[in-house]
């Protein structure tokens, strides 16, 4: 066998070599380790917390509103566990909350340090671009992306230190859009910042990990339905001069029939997360959505640009 023969066989034995591997390989084991996650009031990160404490570690979850439900819930299932499950108050757009949650970490880590800082907020929204105002842009992005990069540089010195994991919430929608660009545009933004850090920390011994999901809007509160109304109050008098009420509706009503069909299997997202921080070999991206919504990533991937604007503009006009 030839010297590319041989290479192009390697190469198509990787992946199933990677994967017996990483099915034999010991998984991590969680006890004395803490990882701090934002975005814990609802939707995966409040999944995820109550997860990893099940599963032993030390946990830091942050909440935008420490007094809700949802920080109120996860007390709860501390109570029984005095000091392995901490509720703090996390908005990731503010340096001072970010810097006191990083000084609560240092004051209680565990006997084997911090290990894992999931970047779980976000927010999302739909509308035309020019529906939506250079505030609504600017909040999207620090809470999406600057957040996300802000809580990342906090914490880059501890997991250096403890050659850790960093999971990032991304979207398919960083591929693609259906009328939500400004989130799309955050998701995107989000997966270029994570591939440059994710090679930058391999010589410290600090693992990347994306996180993908499909459609599961209906396993989060991070988009409410909108009415027309809501929308058309919002708009300036320009954009009502372009766009009627009926336009508005029809557009409302796709995007709140996307919402409605979102899966409630929110448990697949966070099945995902704990690979991503227990595996011995995590995955750099977890892709978690339906076959027809890798489809259509992978249109988008393949296909010339013109091919995948003919296939959403379809998808949009329907």
């Given at each position: ?9 390697l190469l198509?034995l990787a992946?199933?070599?990677?994967r017996?591997w990483?099915?034999g ?10 990882v701090l996650i934002?975005g ?17 570690f030390t946990?830091?979850a942050g909440?935008l ?11 709860r299932?501390a109570a029984?566990d005095?000091?392995r ?5 996390l908005?990731?757009?503010r340096?001072r ?5 990083k000084?609560l ?5 565990p ?5 894992g ?6 927010i999302?929204t739909f ?6 105002s250079?505030e ?5 992005a620090?809470?999406?992306l600057l957040g996300?990069?802000?809580?990342t ?5 501890l997991?250096r230190k403890?050659?850790g ?7 398919i ?9 400004i989130?799309?545009?955050t ?5 270029k910042?994570?591939?440059?850090l994710r ?6 011994g600090v693992?990347?990990c994306?996180?993908?999901p499909?459609?599961y809007a ?8 909108l ?5 058309w109050?919002e708009?300036s008098?320009?954009e009502k001069?372009v766009?009627?009420?009926e ?9 709140n ?11 697949e ?5 704990v690979d991503?921080?227990?595996s011995?070999a995590p ?6 959505a339906r076959?027809?919504e890798?489809?259509l ?5 393949l ?6 604007d003919?296939v959403?503009?379809y998808?949009?006009?329907?």
């Open positions: 066998m030839g010297a590319a023969a041989l290479a192009l066989l198509l992946p199933l070599l990677w017996l990483r099915r390989a010991v998984p991590l084991e969680p006890a004395g380790r803490a934002t814990c009031d609802s939707g995966f990160g409040h999944l995820l917390a109550l997860r990893l404490h099940r599963l032993g946990v830091f909440c509103c420490p007094g809700g439900d949802g920080a109120r819930r996860l007390q299932e029984s005095s000091g499950l901490r509720v703090l108050r908005d990731v757009t340096e909350d970010v810097l006191a949650a000084e970490v240092l004051s209680h880590l006997e084997r340090g911090f290990w800082l999931v970047n779980n907020a976000g999302s509308g035309e671009t020019g529906w939506l250079m609504t842009y600017q909040k999207f620090d809470v999406n996300s990069i802000r809580t540089l906090a914490f880059l010195p997991l403890y050659k994991r960093i999971v990032f919430m991304s979207s929608i960083a591929y693609f859009t259906l009328g939500n660009g989130y799309s545009m998701k995107a933004a989000i997966e910042f994570c591939d440059a090679l930058e920390m391999k010589k410290f693992q990347v994306i996180i993908q499909g459609n209906r396993s989060t509160k991070i988009q409410p339905p009415s027309a109304e809501e929308i109050s708009l008098e320009e001069a766009y009627n009420k336009y508005v509706q029809e557009r409302a009503d796709f995007f029939s996307i919402l409605s069909e979102g899966s409630i299997h929110g448990s997202v966070v099945d995902a997360m991503a921080l227990t011995p995955k750099a991206r977890y892709m978690v076959l027809k890798k489809a990533v992978l249109v988008c991937a296909f010339p640009t013109v091919v995948m003919s959403l503009s998808a949009l006009s329907k």
